[in-house]
């Protein structure tokens, strides 16, 4: 294999490698800002909820427990659940790429029940109940999401509607039924807010940059190798190659007057004076033995 062919082969390997780092440098960059602006936009949903259920329950619930009578229930008008169930169901209009659950494993309503996704986030609080919050990235249903999630832990107050279901009120049962959503116990985590902030995107996007990223650079890398080719073929190779010739020549006694002579003037220029100081002893020493 030619000095040239193993030069091609080991800049190709090397620039690819460089271009194949870079696209995955691109791409892990472009991942991590990914991340960081759904974590803001996920936190910035979350305390929006958090901010109206507060609200609800510090300012609006007191005021309405006021005005209705002592056994009725009204879940629109009594139930954080309810609320913030209706406010994201108004948010979500606008905003269908997020998801937001009020994951319960054992709920009043249908569409608060955990499923698989928010059940490693509930058993997460569940066998550390000191931890607050839980962030992360997730693959749900083959859709990558970061989320955000805060555990709901179950008070005495929540066993008023979710404790014994002869002892809820009846606007309850008549409303739910008796079979879900009931027997939970205080001191528990039974279901997690969690919000769902769609990155699969923003990653599509990165891992498209980082193959063009790879797809450019290979084509670069192609004509520079073309480059490389022909600059080492006209002033490498053809300059080497005629001096291999011409030293073939010299050790054969052939053109002995014809000075070996190049136009590069670097190393190579180097051989040829070299090769020529050869040619001038060969010629002398022929010319004193001829004598």
Same mark, same amino acid.
């Given at each position: ?6 030069? #091609? ?215 520079? #190798? ?58 002398? #020493? ?6």
């Amino acid at each position: 294999m030619s000095i040239r062919i193993r030069f #091609m082969i080991l800049i190709g390997i090397l620039s690819l490698l460089a271009i194949v780092g870079i696209a995955a440098g691109s791409y892990k960059l472009s991942a991590d800002n990914a991340i960081t602006e759904a974590k803001a936009k996920g936190q910035l949903v979350f305390d929006f909820l958090h901010s109206s259920r507060l609200y609800f329950k510090t300012s609006q619930r007191p005021q309405i427990m006021g005005l209705i009578d002592e056994g009725e229930f009204i879940p629109e008008l009594m139930s954080g659940f309810t609320l913030t169930r209706g406010v994201w169901g108004e948010f979500q209009k606008e905003n269908s790429e997020y998801l937001f659950k009020q994951a319960t494993i054992d709920p009043l309503h249908p569409d608060n029940k955990a499923d698989k996704y928010d059940m490693i986030i509930i058993d997460k609080f569940d066998q550390n109940q000191d931890l607050e919050e839980d962030e992360g990235t997730i693959d749900k249903n083959g859709l990558e999401y970061y989320y955000y999630a805060e555990p709901i832990f179950i008070g005495e107050s929540c066993l008023r509607c979710h404790g014994d279901p002869a002892k809820a009120p009846e606007e309850i049962t008549d409303l739910y039924g008796t079979e879900n959503g009931y027997n939970w116990q205080a001191g528990t985590v039974a279901a997690a807010y969690v919000v769902y902030v769609p990155l699969h995107e923003a990653l599509a996007k990165a891992r498209k940059a980082s193959i063009n990223l790879i797809v450019i650079g290979a084509a670069g890398i192609l004509v520079l #190798m073309l480059a490389i080719w022909i600059f080492f073929s006209q002033y490498v190779i053809k300059p080497i190659s005629m001096l291999e010739k011409r030293a073939t020549e010299i050790s054969l006694g052939k053109n002995l007057r014809e000075p070996v002579t190049t136009s590069s003037k670097d190393e190579i220029s180097s051989l040829a004076r070299a090769v020529d100081r050869l040619r001038i002893s060969v010629e002398k #020493m022929l010319q004193r033995f001829n004598k």
